[in-house]
Each structure stands twice: as C-alpha cells, then as structure tokens.
C-alpha cells in the first residue's frame, strides 16, 4: 500500500520568501511523484513531477522538488513567493500496474504582502 | 483543446436520488478516473478504468458505479444519493504508457450537494 503525509495544512509566508511545502510518501516499490496546485474553483493541475533519473525535478512558475529515497521525501520549494502562488497544494504518489495516484491531504499556501 | 470535460458543475439532490456524473477526454487517454474531495482528505479514488470495458474499484466506491463503453467517456453513476456524498468530483484521464504515465489531467469539477 502506499500513502502520502503532507505536514502543515495552512502554510503562510510573505510575499519574496522562500516557499517550503514538505511531502513524505510511502511505498513498497519505486514511485512516480507529483506534485498539484489547485487554485479556488478549479480542477488540479500539475506542477511537477518525479519518475527516474534526476532527483532534483524542476516545474512550472518557479517550483522545484528533490526526491530523496533515503527520507522518503519530496518537498516543494520556491525560492522566492509571489502572491499569485496563493493555492493548495497536493502531493502524489502513483504506483502500481495502473499507477492510480494517492493524494496527501493537501497544504493551503497564503501568501501575505 | 478541449482536455476532460465534465458535467454538470453544480448539483442539488435530494436523499434517496440518483444521478449521473459525466466524464468524457479527447486526448485518447487509456486511464480515466473518478475522486471526491472533501475538506482536510485531499482526493480519494473512487472508480478508476484501464480502458474501455475494464473497470475497478478505489478507495472509497460504495454507493457510486462506473462503465467505460468508449475510450473517451467514463460517467459515475449514484444509486441512491446519501448527505454523506456531498462532495467535489473530479474526473481525470492519463496515459498508461511512455514517459508521461500516471500523469493525471482533471477537470474542472462537479459539486454535488445532498440535501
């Protein structure tokens, strides 16, 4: 079985600071990991995402992550917060022969000018 | 680009109701897939198909069924509606082969309240 635990539901930094969102996973076999944003009233759209080959992913409006096996961890990052980064955000793990994807509980992200 | 198409976006039902949720993609994806989401759960799959005629079970499928006849549509069925199914849907479609598998593409969402 797999599972995901994001620690902290509301995270707030100030606008220019450094983003910090961490993910922690569980998984008997290599994963695939996402991670999504989710802003009001909308579907989930992918941020970035982790399968083979180089730890340290990069995605899309300036967030990064690093895949470490040895913490089982995948923390987002973003050097410096914009306040349209406002959003939930989600991380995934995808395992499996179907590789159906399980969702932490999220992380809401505000941003404060 | 059209990507997963889903409808309606806003549902009123009473106890006891049933109806369906629609789902269709136009990326030909082989993966489609149903989750709720609820305040402090993240999302939990519900049903999930592999391809057309192949479907199974999620997380949390009670109360709620799926059929895949085409590869572009995957409708979720509620059988006899429950308060505890008021929720966000989310349909979402992937490829399962080549470097962009287990990527999910979602729509929009469907709120569904039971009253």
């Known amino acids: 079985a797999q599972s995901v635990t994001q620690l902290g539901s509301h995270v707030s930094v100030s606008e220019g600071a450094l983003v910090l969102l961490r993910c922690n996973y569980s998984s008997s076999v290599p994963p695939y990991l996402f991670w999504y944003v989710q802003y009001p009233n909308q579907g989930l759209q992918l941020l970035l995402k982790y399968t083979t080959g180089a730890t340290l992913v990069k995605g899309i409006n300036g967030f990064e992550a690093e895949f470490k096996k040895s913490e089982t961890s995948f923390h987002l990052t973003k050097p410096s917060a914009h306040m349209s980064d406002a959003a939930e955000y989600f991380c995934?793990?995808?395992?499996?022969?179907?590789?159906?994807?399980?969702f932490g509980s999220g992380t809401q992200l505000t941003v404060l000018p | 680009n059209a990507g997963v198409t889903q409808t309606p976006k806003f549902q009123v039902l009473k106890t006891g109701q049933s109806m369906t949720l629609q789902c269709a993609q136009d990326m030909n994806h082989e993966y489609m897939s149903w989750y709720r989401q609820d305040p402090g759960m993240g999302l939990r799959l519900i049903h999930y198909s592999v391809g057309a005629g192949i479907t199974d079970q999620g997380e949390v499928p009670n109360g709620y069924n799926v059929s895949r006849s085409t590869t572009e549509d995957f409708p979720l069925r509620l059988l006899s509606a429950a308060p505890s199914q008021t929720s966000v849907y989310f349909c979402?479609?992937?490829?399962?082969?080549?470097?962009?598998?287990?990527?999910?593409?979602f729509g929009e969402g469907s709120r569904l309240t039971v009253l």
């Open positions: 979402a479609s992937s490829r399962r082969t080549g470097r962009n598998t287990g990527e999910l593409f």
């Open positions: 995934a793990v995808s395992t499996g022969s179907a590789r159906q994807l399980t």
